[in-house]
């Protein structure tokens, strides 16, 4: 029998339309599918005009509240670039003894803000050095655009690439199920090749 583990806390953070509540239906199967017990949150403003969007999961053998505190989140998944930097305060601080390490999966992808300048991603990578031990930033959505014709996907193919890492102590065939089970049939081939995509790219 596999050892369960006790618990695992994940945020994802983004915007308006890039399907965080469909990535935490994902997560929120493929956890129930394996056997954990569960609790979810989502945190938006005005989420359908791209406002800043953020969702909360955390699963284990037992779990009382979705909501961690500061600096308690195992893995913060940032869908767009300047986003992750909101979420700064989940991680865990760095040289902490009593806290697992925060990894920090970060799509290399920008959203202009109105009103104010862009930061780029060294400016990024600068600020989260203080934050995180671990930095991980892959170009999802230029991947996605180039071999699915959409950047719409990046978020199943960084769920799924974390998965295949062994970033997410989930099995790859709980989250395909768990995309079957909550992706429109009209979509879901679509959804499929960007899950096997990154299953490639992870192995490659």
């Not at 920090?104 to 990578?125: M, Q, R, T």
């Not at 699915?148 to 199920?177: C, H, M, R």
């Amino acid at each position: 029998m596999e050892k369960k583990i006790k618990e695992f806390n994940i945020v994802v953070v983004g915007t308006g339309g890039q399907g965080l509540i469909t990535l935490l239906g994902i997560l929120s199967e493929a956890a129930y599918l394996e056997g954990y017990d569960l609790r979810t949150s989502e945190l938006h403003g005005l989420a359908q005009r791209g406002g800043s969007v953020e969702v909360h999961i955390t699963f284990g053998e037992k779990v009382f509240s979705p909501l961690m505190n500061q600096g308690e989140e195992n893995l913060i998944i940032a869908l767009e670039a300047q986003e992750v930097l909101k979420a700064c305060c989940y991680a865990c601080p760095i040289g902490s003894p009593e806290a697992p390490q925060t990894t920090f999966l970060i799509n290399d992808f920008f959203i202009p803000i109105p009103g104010a300048k862009p930061k780029s991603l060294s400016e990024v990578k600068e600020e989260l050095k203080k934050f995180c031990q671990k930095t991980i930033i892959v170009p999802a959505a230029e991947i996605c655009q180039k071999e699915l014709g959409t950047n719409v996907l990046s978020g199943i193919y960084l769920l799924s690439l974390a998965v295949f890492q062994n970033i997410i102590p989930l099995k790859p065939d709980s989250i395909l199920k768990a995309i079957e089970r909550n992706i429109p049939e009209e979509f879901l081939e679509l959804n499929r090749k960007t899950f096997h995509l990154a299953e490639k790219h992870a192995k490659a």
